[in-house]
């Protein structure tokens, strides 16, 4: 049996994967044209691997980074709308001591929580492919394994939902039928954590109302609950 990589070398293995030309070509666009309000910065332009508490028991997973946020500041949900979304939420919970995430150096701390992506390249119209998803399935795979104290996982948008159900088969747990998406949902599947899906905290969802600060933070107060 292979021993899991750990922390520090899969978050490097991510940096450096070059198996999505179609998003490598994006990324590598974006931070050079920029946007106009940070076009003084450098960008990161590089897969970004999860960030947070090396001991978490609570995962949060994302669908993939952000073309200005992430793609720019190198950190999951860092430097957008999206991230103090969430990092509200976090905060009011007790995984963040800010509510809020700009920079590498802003002082965010997470605790006992990790936040990573199904896929680690920002996508163009934040649609990856089939084919780009299951290419980055195995970042996923390391991540976790390399976090063996996880207890529960909060799934961002249906996407990051059936991200989470690929890494329970992984782990020889088969759900039938599989559970669809839904908002607030907590599926205990036997032998595996639970998860709680959550809307994603994008612009789309939050600025129509479909996703409220009190409906996320309600979720993560779910999760707090889970691990007891």
């Known amino acids: 049996m292979v021993a899991p990589l750990s922390l520090s070398v899969a978050r490097r293995r991510i940096t450096v994967c070059q198996a999505c030309p ?10 050079q044209d920029k946007r106009p309000a940070c076009r003084d910065e450098t960008y990161w332009g590089r ?17 993939a980074p952000g073309a200005h946020g992430a793609n720019r500041t190198g950190r999951p949900f ?9 990092m509200a939420a976090l905060q009011e919970t007790g995984f963040a001591n800010l509510p ?23 996508p163009p119209d934040n649609r990856p492919s089939g084919v780009e998803i299951a290419a980055c399935h195995e970042h996923l795979q390391a991540e976790a394994a390399a976090l063996p ?17 690929r890494l329970m088969v992984d782990r020889g747990v088969t759900v039938k ?3 669809k998406f ?30 409220t600060a009190t409906m996320l933070a309600d979720v993560f107060s779910r999760a707090r609950d889970l691990l007891g």
């Open 149 to 165: 104290r996880l207890r529960a996982v909060v799934t961002l948008g249906r996407i990051a939902w059936d991200g989470y159900w």
């Open 22 to 31: 179609r998003l490598r070509a994006y990324c590598a666009r974006i931070a």
């Open 100 to 122: 809020t995430s700009r920079h590498l150096r802003d002082g965010l701390k997470l605790t006992d929580a990790y936040i990573t992506s199904v896929v680690r390249c920002a």
């Open 78 to 86: 860092t430097g957008d709308s999206a991230s103090d979304f969430l």
């Open 182 to 211: 839904q908002h607030g949902l907590i599926c205990a599947p036997p032998g595996a954590p639970p998860v709680v899906g959550a809307y994603h905290p994008s612009q789309q969802n939050t600025h129509t109302g479909r996703l």
């Open 47 to 63: 897969p970004v691997p999860g960030f947070g508490d090396r001991r978490a028991r609570l995962l949060i997973l994302g669908l």
């Open 177 to 179: 039928p599989r559970p």
